[in-house]
């Protein structure tokens, strides 16, 4: 089955005070229709830029794409002009932006914020139309009395109610593809599982693909077929969910899955932790970029000199340095 999105090799940056810093270094994945891709890593490590990436909205004029490939249904964005980007973004890829407390406008009522997505995509030709489509898709997410709602403030609604409304601006249009941008932080446990079944109800009722942002390996392993692992701006490991659970190749993987909750671990005993931090954009060594927190001592040579990335097993890649890969 042909990808419905081929990201190769991305390469992002912002121009800063210190020069030019790549957020995101050499970034390869793909998504099949109907799919749902995780990905996965600490704050900072480059997910949500590679997703503005995608839809070309990175802050402007400090962002920029300098290299790699985004096809979507073949046609290749990077460098594609303004009307075909105003076309694929939101009509074809939406979005769910972090935050659903400061994404939506504290100003506007809800009705005329969801009904500029039917109204700009030129699904609907009149502000009533736009209004009837608004309380159908609102209907559609769960929330109670629309009709009602409409004609309400952000500010009136939970951050749950919130987040409903963000996912009914992403899918007013039915896209193909939806990129969620960590869909349920600052939300209590049981309005995240709500939420992550009305996703995977709708995935399952529009047969859209899924690309779900997330630092909760726990949400990764409940939705997902295949996941991406990135550290510091590059993509350490790539696998299938189960495989990537039930035998993790890089250091950083195994990590991050030693660190979750388990009800086999004595009560009440610290979690592992990986020590140390992330270093900064501009400290970044230009080899293996986790050798400054890896508990194995890495050589002068994997500091300076990239590892490849390379296919382990079918469908699972990782990247292969010597002190942080598992042989198996």
Same mark, same amino acid.
């Given at each position: 089955?042909?990808?419905?999105?081929?990201?190769?090799?991305?390469?992002?940056?912002?121009?800063?005070?210190?020069?030019?810093?790549?957020?995101?270094?050499?970034?390869?994945?793909?998504?099949?229709?109907?799919?749902?891709?995780?990905?996965?890593?600490?704050?900072?490590?480059?997910?949500?830029?590679?997703?503005?990436?995608?839809?070309?909205?990175?802050?402007?004029?400090?962002?920029?794409?300098?290299?790699?490939?985004?096809?979507?249904?073949?046609?290749?964005?990077?460098?594609?002009?303004?009307?075909?980007?105003?076309?694929? =973004?939101?009509?074809?890829?939406?979005?769910?932006?972090?935050?659903?407390?400061?994404?939506?406008?504290?100003?506007?009522?809800?009705?005329?914020?969801?009904?500029?997505?039917?109204? %700009?995509?030129?699904?609907?030709?009149?502000?009533?139309?736009?209004?009837?489509?608004?309380?159908?898709?609102?209907?559609?997410?769960?929330?109670?009395?629309?009709?009602?709602?409409?004609?309400?403030? /952000?500010?009136?609604?939970?951050?749950?109610?919130?987040?409903?409304?963000?996912?009914?601006?992403?899918?007013?249009?039915?896209?193909?593809?939806?990129?969620?941008?960590? /869909?349920?932080?600052?939300?209590?446990?049981?309005?995240?599982?709500?939420?992550?079944?009305?996703?995977?109800?709708?995935?399952?009722?529009?047969?859209?693909?899924?690309? @779900?942002?997330?630092?909760? %390996?726990?949400?990764?392993?409940?939705?997902?077929?295949?996941?991406?692992?990135?550290?510091?701006?590059?993509?350490?490991?790539?696998?299938?969910?189960?495989? %990537?659970?039930?035998?993790? =190749?890089?250091?950083?993987?195994?990590?991050? @899955?030693?660190?979750?909750?388990?009800?086999? =671990?004595?009560?009440?005993?610290?979690?592992?932790?990986?020590?140390?931090?992330?270093?900064?954009?501009?400290?970044?060594?230009?080899?293996?970029?986790?050798?400054?927190?890896?508990?194995?001592?890495?050589?002068?040579?994997?500091?300076?000199? =990239?590892?490849?990335?390379?296919?382990?097993? /079918?469908?699972?890649?990782?990247?292969?340095?010597?002190?942080?890969?598992?042989?198996?």
């Amino acid at each position: 089955m042909s990808s419905l999105l081929e990201v190769e090799d991305l390469v992002t940056a912002f121009d800063t005070d210190a020069g030019q810093l790549v957020a995101v270094d050499g970034v390869s994945f793909s998504i099949e229709k109907g799919k749902t891709l995780g990905i996965v890593g600490e704050s900072g490590c480059g997910k949500s830029v590679s997703a503005l990436s995608v839809i070309h909205l990175l802050p402007q004029p400090m962002g920029k794409i300098l290299g790699g490939s985004i096809r979507f249904k073949g046609q290749e964005l990077i460098g594609a002009s303004h009307e075909t980007l105003y076309d694929v =973004r939101g009509d074809e890829i939406g979005m769910i932006f972090q935050e659903p407390m400061t994404a939506l406008n504290p100003v506007h009522k809800i009705g005329r914020q969801v009904s500029e997505v039917f109204l %700009l995509h030129g699904k609907a030709d009149t502000p009533q139309k736009a209004r009837e489509l608004s309380i159908d898709i609102l209907q559609k997410v769960g929330i109670p009395a629309p009709e009602i709602r409409v004609d309400e403030y /952000p500010h009136q609604l939970s951050g749950g109610m919130r987040q409903r409304v963000m996912i009914a601006m992403a899918l007013g249009c039915k896209p193909d593809l939806l990129i969620a941008d960590e /869909p349920t932080t600052a939300l209590d446990v049981t309005v995240q599982a709500q939420i992550l079944k009305l996703m995977e109800d709708l995935q399952a009722e529009m047969g859209m693909a899924v690309i @779900l942002i997330t630092h909760d %390996l726990g949400v990764i392993a409940e939705s997902c077929d295949d996941v991406v692992v990135m550290y510091a701006g590059r993509v350490v490991e790539r696998a299938p969910v189960k495989e %990537l659970f039930s035998t993790p =190749r890089h250091a950083y993987t195994r990590g991050l @899955l030693r660190s979750m909750p388990r009800l086999d =671990r004595e009560r009440k005993t610290l979690l592992p932790t990986i020590p140390g931090n992330v270093p900064a954009l501009h400290e970044m060594p230009s080899g293996c970029r986790f050798s400054t927190r890896a508990e194995v001592e890495h050589d002068q040579e994997s500091i300076n000199n =990239r590892p490849p990335f390379e296919e382990v097993s /079918p469908g699972h890649w990782v990247e292969k340095c010597p002190f942080c890969f598992d042989q198996g």
